[in-house]
């Protein structure tokens, strides 16, 4: 029997994205059989990093529905804490989790969705709380969690310097490796940790990672 194909994940692309935050992420899902497509505002135009890098993206934003998705990835960008032009992916999020469909949010990105109210309902994390409560129409300072990277039901969260964590709580909510795998990539990637590289050849070798 033919395993039902994957649905794509999808990730934001933005002027003045932030290369780091999702490297570890889109790299590990690609190399497990998620096919990752970018989604802009605008198809026709190519956006720029902050790191300088020009990605022309797959589609854009009007034309992504949550059914055609596995998950919708928002980085951190300059363009979340300088005025509105990303408020449409803030909606879109609203989109997909009224769907049950995931979303993975880390940065400037978690103070898009204050202010569209994301967060007020759900245990979330970003850079500090302080910045999160400067944030207009945010309520969630009570449901605010001190930790790398959370995760409430159908909502990642993440701060800017924990790019691994943010990856890591993506794969356990994607299935994308076995828990015991998952834990060595983390102390890998992570911590450096020498010992958890034979897990990983062990489980690469046995078609597990």
């Known amino acids: 029997m033919n395993e039902t194909p994957r649905k794509p994940v999808h990730l934001a692309v933005y002027d003045t994205y932030a290369d780091w935050e999702t490297g570890h992420t889109t790299a590990h899902l690609t190399q497990r059989g998620h096919q990752v497509r970018t989604v802009a505002l605008a198809a026709e135009r190519?956006?720029?990093?902050?790191?300088g890098v020009r990605i022309q993206p797959d589609l854009a934003l009007d034309g992504l529905r949550p059914q055609d998705s596995s998950l919708l990835i928002l980085t951190g960008a300059s363009l979340w804490d300088t005025g509105d032009e990303l408020a449409p992916f803030a909606a879109k999020a609203r989109e997909f989790l009224d769907a049950?469909?995931?979303v993975a949010a880390i940065c400037g990105a978690t103070a898009g969705l204050a202010r569209e109210g994301l967060l007020d309902g759900r245990a979330h994390t970003s850079g500090a709380s302080f910045y999160l409560a400067e944030q207009p129409g945010y309520g969630g300072t009570e449901r605010y969690v001190e930790a790398d990277a959370v995760t409430d039901g159908d909502l990642i969260t993440a701060g800017p310097t924990e790019p691994v964590?943010?990856?890591r709580e993506v794969f356990a909510r994607?299935?994308?490796y076995k828990p015991d795998v998952l834990d060595a990539w983390y102390r890998l990637f992570?911590?450096?940790d020498a010992n958890a590289y034979p897990v990983l050849m062990a489980a690469a070798e046995a078609g597990d990672a």
């Open 46 to 51: 190519p956006v720029t990093t902050m790191g």
């Open 100 to 102: 049950g469909v995931p």
């Open 165 to 167: 964590a943010f990856a």
């Open 174 to 176: 994607l299935d994308v």
């Open 190 to 192: 992570h911590d450096s």
